[in-house]
């Protein structure tokens, strides 16, 4: 399984970004793979998670109203439409992957996700 991410960039206070993710060796049926981010000297954590079968999606309180994940299919890509970034959004972005059913994935703790992708880095400007 490889996890290819793009997108990334600097990007002033409430703009827009598109970060995406292009999965080789990995069906699109009832998993997740999911957006996380680590800013310097902080955890990994989730930011969203989509469900590659049905789209059912997951969100962090954080971006909630901010950000959107989607999927196609048919391109084995997930993105994550950011909008209205704020400088605490800085961060390496990573996309990860599992086989694992969503159900089980959808609470975003990354121990969960098993592929990985290179990330990608996000700065937003005050």
């Known amino acids: 399984v490889q996890l290819v991410e793009s997108g990334g960039g600097l990007v002033e206070a409430g703009g827009s970004l598109r970060l995406s993710c292009v999965v080789s060796?990995?069906?699109?049926?009832?998993?997740?793979i999911g957006w996380f981010r680590q800013a310097p000297g902080k955890e990994r954590e989730g930011v969203s998670c989509?469900?590659?079968?049905?789209?059912?999606?997951s969100y962090a309180d954080s971006v909630k109203g901010r950000f959107t994940i989607s999927r196609d299919n048919a391109k084995n890509t997930v993105y994550l439409h950011m909008n209205n970034l704020k400088p605490e959004d800085t961060a390496v972005y990573y996309c990860?992957?599992?086989?694992?059913?969503?159900?089980?994935?959808?609470?975003?703790?990354?121990?969960?996700?098993?592929?990985w992708g290179q990330g990608t880095q996000v700065t937003v400007s005050s």
């Open positions: 990860a992957a599992d086989f694992f059913p969503f159900a089980a994935l959808k609470s975003m703790k990354s121990n969960d996700y098993t592929y």
């Open positions: 989509i469900n590659t079968r049905d789209g059912e999606t």
């Open positions: 060796g990995f069906t699109f049926d009832d998993h997740a």
